[in-house]
């Protein structure tokens, strides 16, 4: 049997399980990686309740007690090639809840940030602390960051053309230091030992006159089916407020409300002071949105919600009716995530557009143009 042969066997075996020993054994110069490969897969799969052919008997499988977690997603990112270890991770996290993955601090380190394992940490941070903690608003910050790169260029060339008139001023004088953004995004570097706050990052902005105030108010609903959504909003409160003719005010809610507005800019805070679950009074959310308002036909009130109300559908109505009736705009958004799957109240989304409303479902890349529209 040559190499290519005995390559293709081995991994049958895999698939297979280690129940296959007698018939099919592993073979071959990587016999070792093999070997280990089983064992990581025995580590998970045995976890399984169906009739996987990893569940039992084979007394070469490694139990929790001699290979830990944080060893087991270090070897799946050595042995296994990047898009199968992810795989894998998505599996122990989804399938298997080995939820271990985001609490342990050096396993949460070797995790590669994207999308899904913000979902993850989002539903999981109230069992972290520490130093822990930490690594997850860092993933956070950055996952953020990454959506913001995608989304920025198009919603403000949407919004003003190849102009820019937000971007940081070339001129680093003391005139031109925002003094209030570099404190905010830097109090997490404050040093207890000398009671300082040590700037890492200076922020500095161009001397533009907002123009045009538009007050924008954004109401995200925290319940758990809207976890990439509460992401995308956030990023979106970011850019939106770094619009030079935008006031934004960003509200969170289920049936409690929270006022975020001092954190528009900070979506990784935003994000790390979120609830996830419980109940939803959309209603309740509108009608604090209504308390906002002060030019009515300068403002765009944005709901993201699936809109499942909880509470009294005739409260929600009345309350829309009521803003839409002021001249203020009235939107909202059922789905911001990037699979923009539109699984929300038809009925009652219905009546909203029957009354004024925007109601749909807009997806990241269509984002920007209607954001564009709205200022127009």
Not at 188 to 205: A, G, P
Request: charged share 25%; with cysteine.
């Amino acid at each position: 049997m040559d190499t290519y042969e005995q390559t293709a066997v081995n991994r049958w075996r895999l698939v297979l399980g280690g129940l296959s020993d007698k018939q099919l054994s592993f073979s071959g110069n990587d016999l070792q990686s093999f070997q280990d490969m089983e064992q990581l897969l025995d580590y998970l799969y045995s976890r399984s309740q169906g009739d996987d052919v990893r569940t039992d008997g084979r007394s070469g499988s490694l139990a929790e007690s001699v290979l830990t977690t944080a060893e087991w997603i270090t070897k799946v990112r050595n042995l296994f090639p990047n898009q199968t270890a992810e795989v894998l991770e998505k599996h122990a996290l989804e399938e298997f809840q080995m939820t271990e993955l985001l609490t342990d601090k050096e396993i949460l380190e070797n995790m590669k940030p994207d999308m899904n394992l913000l979902k993850s940490v989002l539903q999981l941070k109230h069992l972290m602390n520490g130093e822990v903690l930490e690594i997850a608003r860092r993933i956070a910050e950055q996952v953020a960051n990454d959506i913001r790169q995608k989304l920025e260029n198009d919603i403000k060339r949407s919004v003003y053309g190849q102009i820019d008139r937000n971007s940081s001023s070339p001129v680093h004088s003391a005139r031109n230091l925002d003094i209030n953004r570099t404190i905010r995004r830097n109090l997490k570097n404050y040093d207890v030992e000398t009671q300082r706050i040590m700037l890492k990052n200076i922020y500095f902005s161009n001397r533009v006159r907002r123009y045009n105030n538009r007050r924008v108010i954004i109401a995200v609903d925290e319940s758990g089916s809207m976890t990439g959504s509460v992401i995308y909003s956030a990023v979106m409160a970011q850019i939106i407020s770094d619009l030079p003719f935008a006031d934004v005010k960003l509200v969170i809610f289920d049936t409690n409300i929270v006022d975020l507005s001092e954190e528009a800019d900070n979506p990784a805070q935003v994000l790390m002071s979120v609830q996830l679950g419980g109940g939803t009074d959309i209603g309740g959310a509108l009608s604090y949105c209504e308390s906002l308002i002060s030019t009515p036909s300068q403002t765009n009130v944005i709901v993201v919600t699936d809109l499942f109300e909880g509470a009294f559908e005739n409260r929600l109505l009345n309350i829309s009716r009521n803003i839409i009736g002021s001249g203020a705009r009235l939107n909202f958004l059922t789905a911001l995530d990037e699979n923009a799957n539109p699984a929300y109240n038809r009925n009652l989304g219905q009546q909203l557009a029957d009354m004024g409303a925007f109601v749909g479902a807009i997806t990241p890349d269509k984002l920007g143009d209607y954001i564009g529209k709205m200022f127009s």
